[in-house]
């Protein structure tokens, strides 16, 4: 079987309840299917970058998937027909992600505040040097 993360969108006026019974529809379909479903990570409410089906902000949720194509196929079907999904996308891995995903470590790092991580401020300049003496400004 093959290995997959699968990213869906939800509409904004769902409640957490519903989008976890979300999860769980779709992970009884893939097991239905003859796969499974490794780590689900919800990432949040966050705003979209443009519009989708008038919703200007979405939940995201990662799945880690391990099931042949036609469970995908089927999951990715009654995704496209529920009016819950706004979008979702599926990708093929070579292996799973241990710990959590690039956007998790991210809210961690925001929510301590490390946003510039080590350089603090502007950070380093590198080798660029000292600008020198200024010019005196010319009176017109």
Sequence with gaps: ?????HVFLARQDLSQQQIDALVEQYKGVV???G???GR????GLKSLTYRIKK???AYFTLMDLTAPAAAIDEMERQMGLSEDVLR??????????EGPSAMMQKRDRDDRGDRFGDR??????GDRG????RRPREQS
Excluded: C, Q
């Design 55 to 57: 919703n200007r902000k």
């Design 120 to 125: 603090g401020g502007r950070g380093d300049r």
């Design 1 to 5: 079987m093959a290995l997959y993360e």
């Design 88 to 97: 979702f996308m599926t990708i093929r891995v070579e292996a799973h992600e």
């Design 40 to 43: 689900v990570e919800n990432w």
């Design 31 to 33: 097991e239905a299917n």
């Design 35 to 37: 796969g499974s479903i």
């Design 130 to 133: 000292d600008r020198g003496p």
